[in-house]
């Protein structure tokens, strides 16, 4: 089986600070890696995934994540924040070999970017 | 284009009766999902289509849960007898195919009381 964990439940920030959201995963077979962001009353919208080739992801928003294999970490950073990157951020996995593509998430960070 | 929709947005009801919460996918997409997202549990998969294939129906978490997909498009997610612990907001997603990006619906809240 696969898990997710995301390391911090809650991470607040100064407006224009760099900011990492770690994420770490547990599976025996290969994955594939996204990150989705949640706004207040909004569905999730996908920020970058990894599937194979370069292990450095760019996304949306000047986001972007590395895949290290070794460390089974897919953190994702932002050299420098805005007031509106405030919202809550998930990371998730599927199997490659899945059938279905079914998304396992982690718990959520919530980022807080503080003025 | 049009995204992922969910009606209702908001669905309040009383312990006991039934409910209906209805996805309408991305035009094209053949791939649909449900998850739901409570404060325990977090964000979990409950029901996969595919095109005509037998749905992947792993995550429904009690029989009192069922979906349908007509035509391979529209679904419908049904709690039968509903319990407190159901309330949570429930998201749809579709994909071009299965394993592709899934593009989320903004949910419907259900509260049962």
């Known amino acids: 089986a696969q898990s997710v964990t995301q390391l911090d439940s809650q991470v607040p920030v100064f407006e224009e600070a760099p900011v990492e959201l770690r994420c770490n995963y547990s599976?025996?077979?290969?994955?594939?890696l996204f990150w989705y962001v949640q706004y207040p009353n909004q569905g999730l919208q996908l920020l970058l995934k990894y599937l194979s080739g370069s292990t450095l992801v760019k996304g949306i928003n000047g986001f972007e994540a590395e895949f290290n294999k070794s460390q089974t970490s897919f953190h994702l950073r932002k050299p420098s924040v805005h007031i509106s990157d405030t919202a809550e951020y998930f990371c998730?996995?599927?199997?490659?070999?899945?059938?279905?593509?079914?998304?396992?998430f982690g718990q959520g960070t919530t980022l807080q970017v503080k003025p | 284009g049009a995204g992922v929709s969910q009606s209702p947005s908001n669905k309040v009801t009383e312990k006991g009766k039934d409910v209906e919460l209805r996805c309408d996918p991305i035009?094209?997409?053949?791939?649909l999902y449900w998850y739901r997202q409570s404060l325990g549990q977090g964000l979990e998969f409950l029901i996969y289509f595919q095109g005509n294939s037998a749905p992947d129906k792993s995550g429904l978490p009690s029989d009192r849960f069922s979906a349908e997909r007509t035509g391979g498009s529209v679904s419908t997610l049904t709690i039968q007898r509903t319990q407190q612990e159901d309330s949570a907001v429930y998201l749809c997603a579709s994909s071009t195919q299965s394993g592709d990006t899934q593009y989320f619906g903004p949910g419907t809240r259900l509260t049962v009381l």
């Open positions: 035009s094209g997409h053949t791939a």
């Open positions: 599976s025996s077979v290969s994955v594939y």
């Open positions: 998730a996995v599927s199997t490659v070999s899945s059938n279905t593509g079914k998304l396992i």
